[in-house]
């Protein structure tokens, strides 16, 4: 007789990956985009009024703040960068309806033996970033705008260990305004332009063990078959 009561492999392996969820999980979805960001911008230069060429610095954090801080430092050359995460907003065009289940093969280098894994959907979302760009000139402003543009063809492609077809796009450009760096005598230009990616969150993925238990897996992106 038929066992009416057996729970279909995929809703097994759901409901165990839902159970575990969130256990031992450090959030490091963003690190590689920031990197491969600030490595993309972080050869920017510009041409000063002499005609010699020079290099901007690009800095990490809150546009005000990081501008301040080396304001602060006595370091401060203008001009100057500052990158920071925006936003994470849902990649809608992109969801799942319902958390499916993907299934996976990896070889294991180290016991040369294939390996099962399984995980949950990644999630569609689009990560915005702020590319902020000071200067006391709106000449130079104007041309580090026309390279950031011009890196972007129209997308940027920013591959990393999760997503291999991930793409950067321009979505938004401020027009240049004064801001201030703390002392109201001393004011700058600034502009700000959008960065957005259209990606997935990566999620957990576990060992399929021999009895069909789940254990939390560290992947070697080299062992992907």
Not at 141 to 146: A, V
């Amino acid at each position: 007789m038929e066992n009416t009561n057996r729970i279909p492999v995929a809703t097994y392996f759901r409901e165990r990956i839902q159970s575990l969820e969130g256990e031992g999980y450090k959030p490091d979805f963003t690190r590689e985009y920031t990197e491969k960001l600030m490595s993309e911008f972080g050869n920017l230069t510009y041409v000063k009024a002499d005609g010699k060429i020079e290099d901007i610095n690009i800095v990490y954090g809150a546009p005000e703040r990081a501008v301040g801080k080396g304001k602060e430092k006595n370091t401060l050359i203008l001009p100057i960068a500052a990158l920071t995460v925006k936003s994470i907003t849902d990649g809608d065009k992109r969801q799942k309806y319902e958390p499916l289940v993907n299934f996976e093969t990896h070889f294991s280098q180290e016991t040369q033996e294939a390996k099962r894994v399984v995980s949950l959907t990644p999630k569609a979302v689009v990560l915005n970033y702020t590319l902020g760009v000071y200067s006391k000139f709106l000449e130079d402003i104007n041309q580090l705008t026309e390279k950031i543009e011009l890196t972007f063809g129209p997308s940027l492609k920013l591959p990393v260990t999760f997503d291999q077809k991930a793409q950067a796009f321009i979505t938004d450009r401020q027009e240049a305004i004064t801001t201030s760096l703390g002392d109201k005598q001393d004011r700058v230009l600034k502009r700000i332009i959008t960065i957005s990616i259209e990606t997935y969150i990566p999620p957990e993925k576990y060992l399929i063990t021999n009895t069909g238990a789940i254990e939390r897996f560290d992947m070697d992106v080299a062992d992907l078959l």
